[in-house]
């Protein structure tokens, strides 16, 4: 199998387990649910993407081709994950207490309707800039150590 491709599916992996505990020290629960969410402490798209361009780099040089376009699609990904992912999921978070408050003026109001959504929008989609730096630590960690214990 590809080895670049098996060390950015093991950090992505890494970190999506590695949400277990973060939740479990923060909350005092153990949320499975973690395992499959996006969002959260660490990021796991940057634990991968930071781990396929440390992968890489360690390989085949910092001036490489696919170096290059690795480093710069792990940039946009990151990038996306504290802005427009992590925006949508603020106004997420707006939008269902909106949702909740239509709600009761509508039990206020006798004759008004108001169709509650079935579901509730998600909101936790980004991440916070310290949860991309934790991924992309963690990533360059598993890619430096899977270079690593490939040359043995």
Not at 95 to 103: A, G, H
Request: hydrophobic residues 45%; proline residues 3%; glycine residues 10%.
């Amino acid at each position: 199998m590809n080895r670049a491709l098996t060390t950015a599916l093991l950090a992505l992996g890494t970190a999506q387990a590695l949400k277990l505990p973060w939740t479990w020290m923060r909350t005092g629960r153990w949320d499975w649910s973690q395992l499959t969410e996006s969002g959260g402490m660490p990021s796991s798209h940057s634990a991968g993407v930071s781990a396929l361009a440390a992968y890489i780099a360690c390989k085949r040089g910092v001036s490489a081709l696919d170096f290059a376009v690795s480093a710069l699609f792990g940039g946009i990904v990151m990038y996306d994950a504290m802005g427009i992912r992590r925006a949508a999921g603020e106004i997420a978070v707006e939008v269902n207490d909106l949702d909740e408050q239509v709600e009761r003026l509508a039990e206020q109001h006798p004759g008004a309707y108001h169709a509650r959504r079935r579901k509730e929008l998600k909101e936790q989609l980004g991440h916070l800039p310290r949860e991309v730096l934790g991924g992309a630590l963690l990533g360059a960690a598993v890619g430096a150590a899977s270079y690593a214990l490939e040359r043995r």
